[in-house]
């Protein structure tokens, strides 16, 4: 004999067995209700009911004796008999489709997806361009992408029904969550990134009320997880039609505040493809990286607001297109399309994911041959750059701007480093307004995110004259020390030839003292000023003394070559004021054995990186 007890207090809803009912284990005897909440008990054991000790209505204690239940007499007598319920449990059908509120679920998700939407992305496709979705699809690992903010729609109830905001407002315009970029290579934690994508197709990819709710949530998970984002920036500003929201202008929202305060606290990459203008743009000029397709048009403020502003009228085309924002430095990283544009940023995001354990090193044998032997002879440094870095790990930055020095991300032996480099091939590698605001953002960039950076020196120092000063070259240059005094990654020179007076100061953190290192290789010359200016200056008493001609010229070339041996590498060497004099197939040995020995401090303070 087995009593049947309560678990709980509670209330007696519905008997499912009456006296002579045979049950087996797990059929479902009674259902109780306590706090508004039923509870199913089943019984534990197979027997027969032999008695009820309450009625449906009444209340019990805990612990209460609810019925009682026999054995079962015999095999047989597992046979229904008179009143019986179940002898043996049923076996389970399967049920024709998903249960109701599962089903509503997968139908209301169906709309959000392109599917639903053949029109808008055939149109979108017609284009040349992709969905954002395609774009999440493309950027992240297969499946690991979890979509925050799914279901939302604008906040226009009072003026559209219900299913038009569902089929044609989905997502409120933008697609947002968490997924994996590059975890095959890194593994799963490592490449967590907040990725968000507004949808171009969706009221024309404005900010509506709810998108910049779904943008604050992702990135307060993204600061407070320190996760990377990734920003696919299309469509205009603030939407006017959002009527559920009391509000007037929406000055409010903390959206771009939100955005800028990941500034330096974590990678943020913004992507443009297409038309990105006023709100959408303000989004995109916070994130430390612009990569844009060369199709698109970025700007403050679209052909309504410019027309409206009384200073026009303009197609979308003729407001910041790539080739204007690439040349002034808007645009770090121009690309042909949205696929190439989805790789480059794979690409730019593993340099703040770890070392990679393979790599391979170009032949060193060619740096032997990168600098002239003819000291006045111009020369492409990326030649160096790219024979220094591990094969195809090279990613060079706003190539079209401040093109008086060089910017890229690479690695050594696995290692991410930044990597920079005078260029003599523009102005003679002389550093200008352009160059300097470059350099200094790039050394910030790698300092917020810990990267070492190596600087290669071939300069004659800062560019100088009456036109250079009218563009404020005295607080451009000096960025690179204010710069350069509060880094916290370590810092590597290596000067392939000039290394002249403060503007080889500057690429050298302040001074040739102040790297882990200071290198040369056996072309490098050195001196306050550029040698030439130097002999004229400092010998204008001599010169001058002897007719314009053949005299003058012999007196000026041996005071030159006197300046040209006291400046070489072996004799700074000899006065200690820089680290040694190497072969060029050596260099990449010293950068490796540094950046193994080298410390990243911890941050102190607050950081961000300036956007320009």
Same mark, same amino acid.
């Given at each position: 004999m087995n009593t049947v007890r309560s678990p709980l207090q509670a209330q007696i809803v519905q008997w499912l067995v009456a006296p002579g009912d045979a049950v087996q284990a797990g059929d479902l005897l009674l259902v109780l209700e306590a706090m508004k909440m039923e509870h199913e008990l089943r019984a534990d054991r197979a027997g027969r009911v032999s008695e009820r000790f309450f009625a449906e209505g009444e209340t019990v204690d805990a612990g209460a004796a609810l019925l009682r239940l026999d054995p079962l007499a015999a095999p047989q007598d597992a046979g229904a008999g008179a009143g019986s319920a179940a002898v043996a449990p049923a076996a389970h059908a399967q049920p024709p489709g998903p249960r109701d509120d599962l089903r509503r679920l997968q139908q209301r998700l169906a709309?959000?997806?392109?599917?639903?939407?053949?029109?808008?992305?055939?149109?979108?496709?017609?284009?040349?361009?992709?969905?954002?979705?395609?774009?999440?699809?493309?950027?992240?690992?297969?499946?690991?992408?979890?979509?925050?903010?799914a279901l939302a729609v604008a906040a226009q109830r009072s003026r559209r029904s219900e299913e038009d905001l569902i089929a044609n407002t989905p997502a409120d315009g933008?697609?947002?969550?968490?997924?994996?970029?590059?975890?095959?290579?890194?593994?799963?934690?490592?490449?967590?990134?907040?990725?968000?994508?507004?949808?171009?197709?969706?009221?024309?990819?404005?900010?509506?009320?709810?998108?910049?709710?779904?943008?604050?949530?992702?990135?307060?998970?993204? !600061?407070?997880? @320190?996760? %990377? /984002? $990734?920003?696919? &920036?299309? +469509?205009?500003?603030?939407?006017?039609?959002?009527?559920?929201?009391?509000?007037?202008?929406?000055?409010?929202?903390?959206?771009?505040?939100?955005?800028?305060? !990941?500034?330096? @606290?974590? %990678? /943020? $990459?913004?992507? &443009?493809? +297409?038309?990105?203008?006023?709100?959408?743009?303000?989004?995109?000029?916070?994130?430390?990286?612009?990569?844009?397709?060369?199709?698109?048009?970025?700007?403050?403020?679209?052909?309504?607001?410019?027309?409206?502003?009384?200073?026009g009228v303009f197609r979308p085309e003729d407001i910041g297109p790539s080739a204007v924002q690439h040349v002034n430095g808007v645009i770090d990283l121009l690309v042909d399309d949205e696929p190439q544009a989805v790789a480059t940023a794979r690409h730019y995001l593993s340099f703040f994911q770890g070392r990679l354990p393979d790599w391979i090193a170009p032949n060193q044998q060619g740096l032997r041959d990168v600098v002239p032997e003819n000291r006045l002879r111009v020369y492409d440094t990326r030649a160096a750059m790219d024979g220094l870095v591990d094969q195809g790990s090279l990613l060079m930055l706003r190539t079209c701007f401040g093109i008086g020095i060089h910017t890229a991300l690479a690695r050594i032996e696995g290692r991410p480093v930044g990597l920079m480099a005078n260029n003599p091939l523009h102005l003679g590698g002389a550093i200008d307004a352009d160059a300097a605001d470059k350099a200094a953002r790039f050394m910030q960039l790698c300092n917020a995110h810990g990267l070492p950076l190596v600087s290669l020196v071939d300069t004659p120092g800062f560019m100088v004259g009456p036109a250079m000063e009218e563009r404020a070259q005295v607080r451009h240059v000096s960025r690179l020390f204010v710069t350069a005094a509060s880094l916290r990654v370590p810092f590597f020179s290596v000067v392939l030839r000039k290394g002249y007076g403060l503007g080889a100061m500057g690429m050298t953190a302040g001074g040739f003292h102040a790297p882990v290192f200071t290198v040369a290789w056996p072309s490098g010359?050195?001196?306050?000023?550029?040698?030439?200016?130097?002999?004229?200056?400092?010998?204008?008493?001599?010169?001058?003394?002897?007719?314009?001609?053949?005299?003058?010229?012999?007196?000026?070339e041996s005071l030159l070559q006197r300046q040209i041996a006291n400046g070489s590498a072996q004799q700074m060497a000899t006065t200690l004021e820089i680290d040694a004099v190497i072969d060029p197939v050596q260099t990449r040995e010293w950068l490796a054995r540094g950046l193994a020995s080298a410390r990243v401090a911890e941050p102190a303070g607050p950081r961000f990186i300036d956007t320009w």
């Open positions: 709309h959000t997806l392109d599917g639903a939407r053949p029109e808008a992305v055939a149109r979108r496709h017609a284009l040349g361009l992709r969905t954002a979705r395609e774009n999440i699809a493309d950027l992240c690992d297969d499946g690991s992408f979890l979509e925050y903010g933008m697609v947002t969550g968490i997924g994996s970029v590059n975890g095959l290579i890194f593994g799963a934690e490592p490449s967590r990134t907040v990725v968000m994508a507004y949808d171009a197709t969706v009221l024309a990819g404005t900010q509506g009320m709810r998108n910049h709710a779904k943008t604050d949530r992702l990135l307060g998970i993204a !600061l407070a997880q @320190q996760l %990377p /984002v $990734v920003l696919f &920036a299309e +469509g205009g500003g603030g939407r006017p039609g959002d009527t559920d929201m009391p509000i007037v202008a929406g000055l409010h929202v903390g959206s771009f505040a939100a955005f800028a305060r !990941l500034s330096g @606290q974590v %990678p /943020v $990459v913004g992507i &443009a493809a +297409g038309r990105c203008f006023a709100g959408n743009a303000a989004l995109l000029g916070c994130s430390d990286v612009i990569i844009a397709t060369r199709q698109s048009n970025i700007g403050m403020g679209g052909p309504a607001m410019v027309e409206g502003g009384g200073l010359e050195f001196g306050a000023m550029g040698l030439e200016g130097a002999v004229r200056l400092g010998y204008r008493k001599e010169l001058e003394a002897l007719p314009e001609g053949p005299q003058r010229e012999a007196l000026f």
